[in-house]
């Protein structure tokens, strides 16, 4: 699999709607068509740099209930309109065709039990991310950099214990990160630690050049977790999203990580803890009694059922599961919910890995090195319509810009005018650079990624409106992932014109504007842009965010992309799944945004089952 395969393909991992692939993958999976009938999200403001607020070094003890009230096995009081105890169960399907060795993410990304699979949730994370995708404390309580932005210091909750009753130290930690550096191991993951921001001796260790001893990662006490980088990394806390503490004295007794698919071996110390695994048929968590930590849940129990995807959407409705994501959604399952009115009501929209699809060139070689020609390109795209027409409003917005609504220092607002619609322009540019009416253009070949058929609509559109607008022949031609991908990544590209996507590893620009750089996947090559995007993403200055949006004004202006629409994912929930985590967020998604019900989302502490469920279910969950 492709490094870049994160939130399509790391939902795999952690069973979300989206860290659903990282940044480039997600070219081979289906699309669904999800339901016209919602609003696009809104535009969200630029996210500045969040300093995390520590939450209580201890949980809050319970109050005393008030009478009637439903309390659950933490002694959290869930609010008025919340079902009984025994509904107190979300019950969602896990594809029964992919791998499922692990719940654990620092086990296996990639073997998780496929799109939609529930996991990480018996381990806390050092960090976790809130709706607004802004990182919080976790098993961190609090951290730290040195002046040279390369030694971290995370000072971690005291009061997390194993389920069987030993303390959670930072040993536990540095046992966990030995373990995925590992190459007895061979993680799956293994590339996500290396640059940007590597952890120190990372790359050698997971070569087998350097002892495990050798990590960047520490204790200096019981509870003092230490972490070096290679080069100066802001984003360090950002990526520790990935980072689901395993036992020790578990490791060292079992000799890998595998022990947490064992009910009967594993323990935990985060919100849940695993009570049947058996891959082809169930998987059930139940709330970890032992809980210390301060990520309380309110759901009792999470089960998942086994099921095919073509067969999932029947079982939503006759009432076997509470959700189905987006990603298991079939074309004709969307049809049905564009239909009914009710059905159509329990959409919720995600950013999922806020991908955008955008065209690009080759830019060192005639017509494309030519900025007029690019930027003449980049004023053909009608994105509104093609949205209305072919995407749908809930399967995408338009794209004026990289960055994506929600994600930190975008600025879709401000970039908006600099890739307008504009072919009047765009045939300006073009006389200007000689080709007036096309006369002289050679003819195209658009190449695209092994897209789906609604993909490839699309590209046929674009290319028709280039032909019509400007006089130049554009052929579509939907190439296989590693022809295209081998294509691509020649040195120098064998790509004239393609159109693909682009999604995150980690939230911070410099993942995403990264791959803009002279070494990254294309072949624009722009001394100014690297300097700005390099500085900034060894930069500590809070102003760095600000040099990110210069640094992508720069990118649009230069167009070595035109940018066409960023994908929103829509999943579809029963309406007695409720809570604070549905009410929308920054970009105005009210969708469980990544990373979804696991221990590095603080969505676990606000979803229940309402009264509500009572109508659908005629008796509790198994």
């Given at each position: 699999m492709n490094r870049r395969t994160f939130l399509r393909a790391a939902a795999i991992g952690i069973g979300s709607a989206a860290l659903a692939a990282c940044g480039g993958g997600g070219g081979t999976t289906a699309p669904t068509q999800p339901p016209a009938t919602l609003p696009p999200?809104?535009?969200?403001?630029?996210?500045?740099?969040?300093?995390?607020?520590?939450?209580?070094?201890?949980?809050?003890?319970?109050?005393?209930?008030?009478?009637?009230?439903?309390?659950?096995s933490l002694g959290i009081t869930l609010p008025e309109n919340a079902a009984p105890l025994e509904h107190q169960t979300f019950v969602v399907y896990f594809d029964i065709t992919a791998d499922f060795t692990s719940p654990n993410q620092m086990e296996t990304i990639y073997k998780s039990g496929g799109f939609g699979s529930i996991t990480n949730l018996t381990g806390d994370t050092l960090v976790r991310l809130n709706k607004d995708f802004q990182v919080q404390p976790a098993a961190a309580l609090s951290w730290s950099s040195d002046e040279t932005g390369k030694v971290w210091t995370f000072n971690l909750d005291p009061n997390l214990?194993?389920?069987?009753?030993?303390?959670?130290?930072?040993?536990?930690?540095?046992?966990?990160?030995?373990?995925?550096?590992?190459?007895?191991?061979?993680?799956?993951?293994?590339?996500?630690?290396?640059?940007?921001?590597?952890?120190?001796?990372?790359?050698?260790?997971?070569?087998?050049?350097?002892?495990?001893?050798?990590?960047?990662?520490?204790?200096?006490d019981k509870h003092t977790l230490v972490?070096?980088?290679?080069?100066?990394?802001?984003?360090?806390?950002?990526?520790?999203?990935?980072?689901?503490?395993?036992?020790?004295?578990?490791?060292?007794?079992?000799?890998?990580?595998?022990?947490?698919?064992?009910?009967?071996?594993?323990?935990?110390?985060?919100?849940?803890i695993l009570k049947e695994f058996k891959p082809r048929e169930r998987v059930v968590f139940e709330i970890n009694p032992t809980y210390k930590g301060t990520n309380r849940?309110?759901?009792?129990?999470?089960?998942?059922?086994?099921?095919?995807?073509?067969?999932?959407?029947?079982?939503?409705?006759?009432?076997?599961?509470?959700?189905?994501?987006?990603?298991?959604?079939?074309?004709?399952?969307?049809?049905?919910?564009?239909r009914d009115p009710e059905l159509s009501k329990q959409v919720r929209l995600t950013a999922g890995?806020?991908?955008?699809?955008?065209?690009?060139?080759?830019?060192?070689?005639?017509?494309?090195?030519?900025?007029?020609?690019?930027?003449?390109?980049?004023?053909?795209?009608?994105?509104?319509?093609?949205?209305?027409?072919?995407?749908?409003?809930?399967?995408?917005?338009?794209?004026?810009?990289?960055?994506?609504?929600?994600?930190?220092?975008?600025?879709?607002?401000?970039?908006?005018?600099?890739?307008?619609?504009?072919?009047?322009?765009?045939?300006a540019l073009l006389k200007?650079?000689?080709?007036?009416?096309?006369?002289?253009?050679?003819?195209?070949?658009?190449?695209l990624r092994n897209e789906p058929q609604i993909r490839q609509a699309l590209a046929a559109a674009i290319a028709a409106a280039i032909t019509q607008e400007y006089g130049i022949e554009v052929e579509v031609s939907n190439k296989d992932f590693k022809t295209f991908m081998d294509a691509l990544n020649a040195k120098p590209t064998q790509i004239q014109f393609g159109m693909v996507s682009y999604g995150i590893d980690f939230l911070d620009p410099s993942n995403m504007l990264g791959v803009w750089?002279?070494?990254?996947?294309?072949?624009?090559?722009?001394?100014?842009?690297?300097?700005?995007?390099?500085?900034?993403?060894?930069?500590?200055?809070?102003?760095?965010?600000?040099?990110?949006?210069?640094?992508?004004?720069?990118?649009?202006?230069?167009?070595?992309?035109?940018f066409i629409y960023h994908r929103t994912v829509a999943d579809i929930y029963k309406p007695y799944v409720v809570g604070e985590c549905f009410?929308?967020?920054?970009?105005?998604?009210?969708?469980?945004?990544?990373?979804?019900?696991?221990s590095m989302s603080d969505s676990l502490q606000t979803l229940y089952m309402s009264n509500e469920v009572t109508k659908y279910r005629k008796a509790p969950p198994r």
């Open positions: 999200p809104t535009t969200a403001p630029t996210l500045a740099p969040v300093q995390p607020t520590p939450p209580p070094t201890a949980a809050p003890a319970p109050t005393a209930a008030p009478a009637g009230a439903v309390t659950n214990v194993w389920s069987d009753g030993t303390p959670v130290t930072a040993e536990d930690f540095v046992a966990t990160f030995r373990y995925a550096a590992d190459p007895k191991h061979a993680w799956d993951f293994a590339w996500y630690y290396s640059a940007p921001g590597a952890i120190k001796n990372w790359d050698k260790c997971v070569a087998g050049e350097l002892p495990l001893e050798e990590l960047g990662v520490t204790a200096k972490i070096e980088t290679e080069t100066p990394a802001p984003f360090l806390p950002a990526k520790l999203v990935y980072s689901e503490v395993l036992s020790a004295a578990k490791l060292k007794e079992y000799g890998s990580g595998l022990y947490t698919a064992d009910p009967e071996k594993t323990i935990s110390c985060g919100p849940y849940p309110r759901i009792e129990r999470v089960v998942q059922i086994a099921a095919r995807p073509e067969a999932m959407f029947a079982g939503y409705q006759a009432g076997e599961v509470d959700r189905v994501t987006g990603e298991q959604l079939q074309t004709a399952d969307n049809e049905i919910i564009a890995d806020f991908r955008t699809d955008y065209l690009f060139f080759d830019c060192q070689n005639p017509p494309f090195n030519d900025v007029r020609v690019r930027r003449a390109f980049s004023h053909i795209v009608d994105r509104d319509t093609l949205i209305r027409t072919i995407i749908t409003p809930t399967q995408g917005i338009p794209a004026y810009s990289f960055l994506m609504p929600g994600f930190p220092a975008s600025n879709s607002e401000g970039l908006k005018d600099i890739q307008r619609y504009d072919p009047e322009r765009g045939r200007e650079a000689g080709y007036e009416g096309g006369k002289g253009f050679p003819k195209l070949t658009l190449w750089l002279s070494t990254g996947r294309h072949n624009w090559f722009n001394k100014k842009f690297d300097e700005m995007v390099l500085s900034a993403s060894e930069s500590t200055d809070p102003n760095r965010i600000k040099v990110f949006q210069d640094a992508e004004r720069l990118l649009c202006e230069e167009a070595p992309a035109v009410e929308p967020n920054i970009a105005g998604f009210s969708g469980l945004q990544w990373p979804g019900f696991t």
